[in-house]
């Protein structure tokens, strides 16, 4: 389990923003706040559309350098091992006759205490899954973590 | 999305309770006060282990009434669900050589305004996956909902 | 395996009515008369419509509460795990260049001894599923259940 | 859907007699009483113990020959198509604290019209899943089907 | 491993074609010459376009019998656990915002010494996977092998 | 498709090495002759062996600092990937009573034309997988690619 610094505890950071929003993640855990964080919303039945909008988000705000395919394709496998939580072990949403809203947070920065262990990425996802009718839902959650 | 009373959040309120602990996360979601709550940890390269260990604290400190298939049922395929975010789609621990050192919580109650929708499940594990060595290995999270 | 009373296999009964028909299994589990049983045909090459075919058919027919999203998601579980079995480790028809044409029978009632186990539901599908080309196909089986 | 000779149905065959017994599947099935049938009980937490019986139980009937690669090959993606169905997308038993009790049929013949198709295998499971703890399980179905 | 006969290694035939083309793959192993070959391309982020891609082409080049559902389906089992090796762990392109480009190979013959082993058939995929933007991607490879 | 310079296709190389060994991959392409290599065999009914073969040779010849996580995170995640080409959709090996014999490569170096993509790995196997009886398996072949 983590122990030594809590700078190994990024994720836990990245969960706390998709939860509670970044405010609180930062009283709660102050020494993250050099980390990069961007936070966002996508609602749909495509798959395709949630990993889209978080890519999307992770270039337009400078979270990843969209021209490197080293680091969209460390983003890509976080934000794939995050919706794998989302959906619970069938990477399906609208073709198993699912919708999903969902908060997310993205956070990069070094959280192993040696440098040698550079940048790492982690993604979480935090909504509800469901029919696509109001109120016939359950809340999601999931999270994925690279180097970068 | 939640929208609402804030009661459909006892996901968001096992996650908290996972990441923060259980004083934490009441400070933070006071209005839970009511709702039944264990907490447990688990370190193992076997799945079967992580999911007894959630299993047998549940039944001895009477989250669940271990006499009924019923509620067996019900937090078995919670637990699979966590479990399932914290492995990312290949339910497998010590098969792929991989190590768990996990905190889980268990939640019970109504988190629905209709009295009708009754009684609900959450799972959550929080901690880390990685190769059986220290330091190898990085944060993991998953959340499991089923009724009950 | 099942023993003690034969009420525990309503499974069972819910297989043969996919395979024989209603009569013809009720011919064989009499003792299952009491049991709601609906049954219904689909045929497409979308996993979405066969999932909403059986959903539709158990709210038109107050097999159950449409209200309740216990209710609904009680039953959306079982139809995954029957659609488990339909394409057996693969949870896609059309991705996959597959069609399938399917009867199923969903059959909720009291399968256990001991009242306090409540209600449970059963889905079965059974038909063909192949090449989108008549003839090109074989036949397939799934079964799901679940407490309700 | 299975239209035209009834042959096409080798599969219901083989599930009815899982589900019911050789005697009662011929009475409602008399036109399948040339194919090769072979039936037999499984209990296990093991998955390779679940496969291994039917291997055994194929070769020792001469329901397949044992020296040729061709039907062995068949015959096993047949049960793992079956086993799907039994443990519905997550091919593991004792991994994740389960334990299954399973009759099982194979039915071998030629079930297409036209010679050319040549003969094909079903294998069918059916029984119970559950926890390793008397009555804590409820009913499973697998079907497979494979040329030969 | 693989030894006696080098005949058995018809898969390594077709991932050479599939690597490097079908007349240094000659070159490499010209013992096989006399079994049968097709090559082609294909560029999609539908995986059905994949999917049928190669069957359109084995009929079209009489590579098997399209009239028969037996060699329709021992093809397709090929292709798509040759698919499951390009996607690894996923099989979906699109739905999680992927794209392929891929040449494949099919090959037909006896691999084995055995004249009784019969017809196998060999199918390879090997090109790249990646973000449907050029360059944002690297290679795949996959290979399924069935009687037939 | 990969295109402009042929520094692209490591993946290739590696695949060429596991299928044909280094000699003949470097004739067919010896521009990667400064790429590091290693290769080893291990033949297992337990997946965790394969996976900590490769990870302890390519620790024992430098291809890997074993000393930093995310040196053995992104080599970790490229055996995945490739043992589910091997496995194709189940990542089990004895579980589903299945064996395999594998040469491996791993492949070190810069594919991309561009140094800001810095470097990558690649791991491939190749050799049989089947029933644990001489003779009775096939070929099997899996691809997978990180950056490092």
Known sequence: MNSGTNQQ???????LIALTGEKTALELMPEYQN????????GSMDLKKVISSVE???????MIDGELYRETHALYHAIIEAAEGVTRGK???GEVMRTVGL??????????GDPAE??????CFYGT????????????LGLGINHI
């Open 56 to 62: 999307t988000a992770a270039k337009r705000n400078e």
């Open 103 to 112: 908060a997310f947070s993205v956070v990069r920065g070094s959280p192993y």
């Open 35 to 42: 980390f990069k964080v961007i936070t966002g919303k996508v």
């Open 9 to 15: 505890a990024f994720g836990k950071f990245s969960a």
């Open 129 to 140: 899954i469901g029919a696509p009718i109001k109120g016939k839902e359950h809340e999601t």
């Open 91 to 93: 990477l399906s949403v």
């Open 118 to 123: 550079g940048e790492w990425i982690a993604v």
